[in-house]
């Protein structure tokens, strides 16, 4: 199975300022034949479902604002929220579609400072 | 426009078999190139996939609850359904049901969840 570990667990981020949640996995989810990433990332508000904003790791999901940025190749990603809002308050998760079984990462929870 | 609705007992009794249903809306089941799945999370933890399917009947499932599980599609309704057997109270989680990005592979084709149902939580209580 390929292990997906988020960091951090949780961050207080000021109104404004830049959020970056990293997701890192033990073998890499890059598919040579096509360079594409198999990683999303999703946002989860308490009490909601998940709500995909990022697939093959960096290509925005339609509707999603344009501060929500995906980086990274390989076995190392990250999320940037470039100016954060009250309303991103959530949880944020990576999820591999490279191989069976998808396995999501732990959750990075992001608040307001 | 895509909505999925899971629907089914909310409280199921230990060594039971839990059962839901999700209904799909706004597109056929048949639709071509398109996997559904089941994702779950328990109470204030993080999610886990469990297993998807696609309206020929090819299924993918977790490992560690593939002896427990069967996931099923009924295209004449428009739904596919989530079954585990033998529950205990490790499987207490909201349950959604989602539907995976289109894919035009041959091969290995689950990809990310696109669309999700609102979710429903399921107690395993005596």
């Known amino acids: 199975d390929i292990v997906m570990t988020q960091s951090p667990d949780s961050l207080a981020v000021s109104l404004g300022e830049r959020a970056t949640i990293n997701c890192k996995s033990n073998q890499s989810v890059l598919y040579s034949s096509n360079n594409a990433n198999y990683l999303a990332w999703y946002q989860q508000k308490p009490g909601q479902p998940p709500e995909l904003l990022i697939y093959?790791?960096?290509t925005r999901e339609s509707g999603v604002p344009d501060r929500f940025s995906g980086s990274g190749s390989g076995t190392d990603f990250t999320l940037t929220i470039s100016s954060l809002q009250a309303e991103d308050v959530a949880v944020y998760y990576c999820q591999q579609y490279y191989s069976s079984p998808l396995t999501f990462g732990g959750g990075t929870k992001v608040e307001i400072k | 426009q895509l909505q999925l609705q899971e629907s089914g007992p909310g409280l199921v009794k230990p060594s039971e078999t839990l059962s839901l249903t999700c209904t799909v809306s706004?597109?056929?089941?048949?639709?071509?190139?398109?996997?559904w799945g089941w994702i779950r999370q328990p109470p204030g933890k993080g999610l886990e996939w469990i297993g998807s399917i696609y309206y020929g009947g090819s299924t993918h499932y977790i490992p560690s609850l593939k002896s427990r599980v069967t996931i099923s599609v009924d295209t004449s309704k428009n739904q596919f359904s989530l079954k585990v057997n033998s529950v205990t109270a490790a499987d207490t989680a909201v349950y959604y049901c989602?539907?995976?990005?289109?894919?035009?592979?041959?091969?290995?084709?689950?990809?990310?969840?696109?669309?999700w149902g609102q979710g429903t939580l399921v107690t395993v209580s005596s």
């Open positions: 706004g597109d056929s089941i048949s639709s071509s190139n398109y996997y």
């Open positions: 989602a539907r995976h990005r289109w894919c035009s592979s041959s091969t290995f084709c689950l990809r990310d969840f696109q669309y």
């Open positions: 093959w790791a960096s």
